[in-house]
C-alpha cells in the first residue's frame, strides 16, 4: 500500500490481476478492477497487454543491455535507467538530449565508480 499511496494519485482507477495481496488497494479510495487471469481463459498478453508489453520489454533490455548481468544490489537504479528511456520513445524532442547532456557533462565534476557504491551503500 504505501507504493500505491506514494506513486497513484487517490481517486485513480488501479487495475490488477486477482492476486488477494491487492484487495487493500479500494481502503484508501481508489477504484480497483480485478482481472482473474487464470478464470479467463485468456493469454495474459491478451488480458493485459500493456503490463505484459512492458516486463517483457524490461527482460529484453536488461539481458540485451546488461547482458544478463544486473545485481539486485543496484536494481533500483537499472529500474529508473528503463523508466526514463521507456518514457522518452514517444517524446518529440529526442534529439535535444544530446544537446542538454553536454553541458551539464562539463560542468559537473567526475564521480567514481567508487564514490557511488560507497554512497549508497552503508557496509562500504
Known amino acids: 500500500m504505501p507504493f500505491v499511496c506514494d506513486n497513484i494519485e487517490p481517486g485513480s482507477t488501479v487495475l490488477t490481476d486477482a492476486w488477494r495481496g491487492d484487495n ?4 484508501p479510495g481508489y477504484t ?5 487471469l487464470s478464470a ?11 503490463v505484459h508489453r512492458i516486463a517483457a520489454l524490461l527482460k529484453r533490455w536488461l539481458l540485451g543491455i546488461h547482458q544478463g548481468a544486473a545485481s539486485g544490489k543496484h536494481l533500483e537504479y537499472y529500474l529508473d535507467a528503463y523508466t526514463f528511456r521507456l518514457n522518452r520513445r514517444p517524446s518529440a524532442s529526442r534529439g535535444l538530449l544530446f544537446s542538454r547532456l553536454m553541458p551539464q557533462a562539463v560542468v559537473t565534476k567526475p564521480v567514481s565508480s567508487r564514490q557511488i557504491i560507497c554512497d549508497h551503500d552503508p557496509n562500504m
Open 40 to 50: 479467463s481463459g485468456e493469454p495474459a498478453h491478451v488480458a493485459m497487454p500493456g
Open 24 to 27: 487493500r488497494v479500494t481502503k
Open 32 to 36: 480497483h478492477i480485478t482481472t482473474n
